[in-house]
């Protein structure tokens, strides 16, 4: 029950509507007594600043930021933790008394969810992909003691941006390239590969994957943080060789349960998040 002790936490997206974090964060609240409520709150694009003033005002003690503001957000915040800062973008806010701390945990996610398959550290991993998400796994990886990390992406100027701006930080081998022949060959010593474009998104999951099975050996770890459907075209195609897939629910759990961390120093148990998504996805 709402009462006037609960504490609040919520995210600030535009659209929210369908964020799949409520349910999530409210099970876990529930099955570990804990009395707070995470609400969506619908922010528009330019309200963002009123907004985080709000939410201070308010007594609000957490927030998930979710498309457009991951970037904005930054304006008004105290501090970064070293993950954010080197991403550049947020999507969680822990606010304290006069303090409120941005923390980004999309990479760690993603570095969690493949973790359950294989440690990441001194692997070669190709990242599909140039945007925000492949930016944040790119450095969350790196972060991990990951050996060596390509950027592959349709257009090779961004992929070879992004790497540019992992090199600044990091001498590991780093690389750029397009979905061409140099992908194949780079695929036959890679040891994970994790799809961040929405190719294979409902309502186009059959639209052929970024990468198929004739490019692709059997102790290849394969992730696609694309989660519905659940089954994509891309892990289909790591099925046909006998890969091991990594789905893009996992990421999208642990993320949360990072956030929940953050938040009230309880790790949740992960199948309370996994069952109230899967209830949401169908
Ligand atoms: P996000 O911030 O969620 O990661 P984004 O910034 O829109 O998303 O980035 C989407 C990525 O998917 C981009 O790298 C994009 O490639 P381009 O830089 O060439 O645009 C990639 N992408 C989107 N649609 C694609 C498609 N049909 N085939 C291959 N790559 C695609």
Redesign the pocket.
């Known amino acids: 029950m709402i009462t006037g002790k609960t504490t609040v936490v919520g995210i600030m997206g535009d659209p929210v509507e369908h964020s799949l974090s409520p349910p999530m964060h409210n099970a876990a609240f529930q099955e570990l007594k804990l009395d707070y409520v995470y609400v969506p709150f619908h922010v528009k694009r330019g309200n963002l600043a009123r907004a985080m003033e709000g939410a201070r005002k308010m007594g609000i003690m957490g927030l998930n930021l979710t498309l457009p503001h991951k970037i904005e957000v930054i304006d008004y915040l105290d501090e970064l933790d070293e993950a954010a800062e080197l991403i550049g973008a947020v999507n969680t806010v822990k606010f304290t008394e006069n303090n409120a701390v941005g923390y980004n945990t999309d990479g760690v996610g993603a570095v969690k969810a493949i973790e359950e398959t294989t440690p990441v550290k001194g692997k070669k991993i190709i990242i599909i992909?140039?945007?925000?998400?492949?930016r944040a796994i790119a450095f969350q990886l790196l972060l991990s003691g990951v050996g060596e990390v390509l950027i592959a992406?349709?257009?090779r100027e961004?992929a070879c941006n992004l790497r540019n701006d992992l090199k600044k930080t990091f001498n590991n081998s780093l690389g750029c390239l397009g979905?061409d022949d140099e992908l194949e060959m780079e695929l036959k010593d890679t040891d994970v590969l994790i799809n961040?474009?929405?190719?294979g998104m409902h309502p186009h999951q059959d639209d052929e994957p970024?990468v198929t099975s004739d490019m692709m050996h059997p102790d290849l770890v394969v992730n696609d943080i694309v989660y519905n459907p659940l089954e994509t075209g891309l892990l289909r195609e790591a099925d046909k060789v006998g890969a091991q897939t990594v789905h893009g629910t996992k990421m999208l759990i642990y993320q949360g349960i990072e956030a929940f961390r953050i938040w009230t120093g309880i790790t949740p148990p992960f199948e309370v998040f996994e069952t109230a998504l899967m209830r949401e996805l169908g």
Do not use: F
């Not at 992909?129 to 492949?134: D, E, H």
């Not at 961040?196 to 190719?199: K, L, Q, R, Y």
């Open positions: 992909g140039a945007g925000g998400a492949a992406n349709r257009t961004k979905l961040t474009t929405p190719v970024v």
